[in-house]
C-alpha cells in the first residue's frame, strides 16, 4: 500500500489539527515534539510559509508500503533495531480548526506533505528524518519545474492532489545521500517511485551491494547507473575531475565543464531529471577516477533572468566542428531548482557553484533522458547550427522579402543564434503551430490548416523541436523566429549524417531536404508566418 494513503491510527486521535498563523512557531514545534536531528524538517516548513500555510494536520499513520521494506531491511541488518513510528504531516493555506472541515477543502487550499519516520533502536534515541515529501513549487514565474508529478495523498478522510518533486532523507544505516537522490530522479521519471530497498536490492543481485559497513556511507556512480539501467532508464553520462591539485579547473577542463552543464539544462528542459555527484578536495582518490564516492543530488527546474548579462558579454557558445558556434538558451538559467537532503527539498542552487567552488574537485552528470529519444538533444542542437549554416548559404527568393529571415540569417552568421531543444510528439508540435501567431498580423500571420494536414503525413511518433530565436528577442518577448525538427528516435552515425533533418520553420518559409540525409539540395514551399511566434509552453 502507498504510504500517503496509509490510514491514520486511532490513538489517541485520528488527526490533530494546528493553526499555524501567529503566534503559532514553526521552531517551538519542531523542537517540542523532539524533531531537532529531522535536519531538512526546517526547510520544509520554511517553504509551507512562504507558501502562505494557515492549517496543519499531524496524524499518526500505519507503517506500510516502503516504510515497512525499510522496517525489514532493518531487521536484516541492524541487530539492534526495534521498529518505528511515523507522522504524517499536512500542510494548507486556508484555516480550519476541525478535522471534519477537511471535507471543505480543496486541492488548491493544500499544500503538500511530509511524512516522518522514528526509527528506534535498543541502545539510542529515536532516529527521525524526513522518510518522504512534496511540496507545492514555487509561484514565482521565473522558476520553472517541467519535472513535476502529482501525487496523490491521504488526510483523515479525504484526499488531495499535490504537483510536485518527491523529496526524502537518508537514514544513514540502510541508505545514503545517493539513494535519496537517485529515488527523487526515478520519481521524476515514468517509472515512478522505488524504495531503497528495492535499490538495495538491485545491486545485490548484480554482486555490487551496498557497503553498509562504510563510513560514510556511499554509493558509486557505477552502482547508481546499474540501478537506472535495471529500471529501463534512459540517460547520458559526463564526467569531469581537475587534472591538478590546483584550485581551479584547467583549460582542457573548460570543453567538458560545458558539456555537463549543458547535460543538465537539457535534460530538465525536456522534462527529465539529472542527478549530480561531486567530491570535495578531502574526499579525493585519484586511483579511484571515475567511482568517486562524495555527495550527490538531485535537479528538476531552473530559474530564468531575462537580463542576464552573460549571452552578451562573453563568448560562452558551443561550437561545433571549426567555425559553427551558437548561444544556448541554457544561457539565461541563474540557478538549477533541485534537493539537497542534507539541507532540504527545492533549493535553488547557483549553477556555476560547482565548478565555481575550489573545494570540489569532480562532478559526475547522469542527465536522464526520453525514453524514446535515441538522439540526445546535445546532437541535436549540434545537427541544428549546421543545417542552419547550409540552408543561409542556399539563396531563396522566397525569403527576401521578409525582415526577420535577413534578421536571423546575419544572427546565424554572426554567430550569436539562440536554441532551445524540446522533445514533442508531433500531434504535440501540430497543436503549437495551429496556435501561434506571428507579431504583425493575428488574423493572417498564422499556418494554414492545409499545410498543418500536410506536415500531420510525416510528424508521426516524437521529435527534436529545436526553436531558433536571436538574442533580444528570445529573453525579452519569450519569442523565436522557427524551429528545425529532427527524427529523434534515430541515432545519429557521424559527422555530416543529416538524415534526422525532416524540415525547418522559418521566416516566410518552410524548408525541405529534397534527398534524404542531404542538405544540397532543399526546397521551399511558403509559410504564412513572416515574422517572429511565441515559444512551445512545455507546461501545457
Not at 319 to 344: F, K, Q
Not at 474 to 490: Q, S
Request: proline share 4%.
Amino acid at each position: 500500500m502507498d504510504l500517503r494513503l496509509s490510514q491514520p491510527l486511532e490513538v489517541p486521535l485520528p488527526g490533530v489539527v494546528f493553526p499555524t498563523g501567529q503566534p503559532f512557531s514553526n521552531f517551538d514545534y519542531i523542537e517540542g515534539e523532539d524533531f531537532r536531528n529531522c535536519r531538512s524538517l526546517p526547510r520544509i516548513f520554511s517553504q509551507v510559509r512562504q507558501l502562505g500555510f494557515q492549517t496543519m494536520v499531524v496524524e499518526k499513520i500505519h507503517c506500510v508500503g516502503f516504510a515497512s521494506e525499510e522496517d525489514r531491511d532493518f531487521g536484516r541488518h541492524e541487530k539492534d533495531f526495534s521498529g518505528s513510528n511515523l507522522r504524517r504531516l499536512s500542510f494548507f493555506k486556508n484555516q480550519f480548526k476541525d478535522l471534519s472541515e477537511i471535507q471543505e477543502c480543496t486541492d488548491s487550499d493544500f499544500l503538500g506533505y511530509a511524512i516522518l519516520k522514528g526509527n528506534q533502536f535498543t541502545n539510542a534515541p529515536e532516529e527521525w528524518n524526513v522518510f518522504e515529501s512534496v511540496i507545492r513549487s514555487s509561484e514565482k514565474p521565473n522558476n520553472y519545474s517541467h519535472t513535476i508529478r502529482c501525487y496523490n495523498v491521504l488526510v483523515y478522510s479525504k484526499h488531495f492532489n499535490i504537483l510536485g518533486n518527491l523529496y526524502c532523507d537518508q537514514n544513514g544505516r540502510t541508505n545514503c545521500c545517493a539513494h535519496t537522490a537517485l529515488r527523487s530522479v526515478i520519481a521524476a521519471t515514468e517509472v515512478g517511485d522505488i524504495s531503497y530497498a528495492e535499490i538495495n536490492l538491485i545491486l545485490e543481485k548484480i554482486k555490487i551491494p551496498f557497503q553498509r559497513d562504510r563510513k560514510p556511507k556511499a554509493l558509486t556512480i557505477p552502482q547508481v547507473c546499474k540501478v537506472l539501467d535495471a529500471k529501463g532508464i534512459r540517460y547520458t553520462r559526463d564526467y569531469v575531475t581537475k587534472t591538478s591539485d590546483n584550485d581551479t579547473w584547467s583549460e582542457r577542463d573548460h570543453q567538458k565543464l560545458m558539456r555537463v552543464q549543458s547535460r543538465i539544462y537539457k535534460s530538465i528542459e525536456v522534462g527529465c531529471p539529472a542527478f549530480v555527484g561531486f567530491t570535495w578536495k578531502e574526499q579525493r582518490k585519484p586511483e579511484f577516477g571515475e567511482e568517486q564516492e562524495g555527495h550527490a543530488i538531485s535537479i528538476f527546474g531552473h530559474t530564468f533572468n531575462d537580463d542576464t548579462w552573460v549571452p552578451r558579454a562573453a563568448t560562452q557558445y558551443f561550437t561545433v566542428g571549426r567555425s559553427a558556434r551558437y548561444v544556448s538558451s541554457e544561457e539565461w538559467t541563474s540557478t538549477y531548482i533541485g534537493h539537497d537532503e542534507s539541507l532540504g527539498s527545492n533549493y535553488c542552487i547557483p549553477r556555476w557553484y560547482l565548478i565555481n567552488n575550489p573545494d570540489i574537485t569532480s562532478i559526475h552528470v547522469l542527465a536522464v533522458l526520453p525514453n524514446n529519444a535515441e538522439l540526445d538533444p546535445v546532437e541535436a542542437e549540434a545537427i541544428t547550427i549546421c543545417c542552419l549554416d547550409e540552408i543561409m548559404v542556399q539563396q531563396f527568393e522566397n525569403t527576401k522579402q521578409y525582415l526577420w529571415f535577413n534578421r536571423l540569417k546575419a544572427a546565424v552568421e554572426g554567430q550569436t543564434v539562440v536554441l532551445r531543444s524540446l522533445f514533442l510528439s508531433g500531434e504535440r508540435y501540430l497543436d503549437h503551430l495551429a496556435e501561434i501567431r506571428g507579431w504583425n498580423d493575428r488574423q493572417i500571420e498564422c499556418i494554414d490548416k492545409n499545410t498543418i494536414e500536410d506536415l500531420r503525413k510525416v510528424l508521426k511518433g516524437f521529435f527534436w523541436i529545436v526553436e531558433i530565436s536571436v538574442q533580444e528577442l528570445f529573453p525579452a518577448n519569450r519569442r523565436k523566429l522557427g524551429e528545425i525538427v529532427l527524427k529523434a528516435t534515430k541515432a545519429s552515425r557521424e559527422d555530416g549524417d543529416y538524415s534526422n533533418f525532416v524540415f525547418a520553420r522559418l521566416p516566410g518559409t518552410f524548408v525541405y531536404p529534397q534527398v534524404l540525409g542531404k542538405l544540397i539540395p532543399l526546397v521551399t514551399s511558403p509559410s504564412q508566418i513572416g515574422s517572429h511566434t511565441e515559444l512551445i509552453n512545455v507546461h501545457q
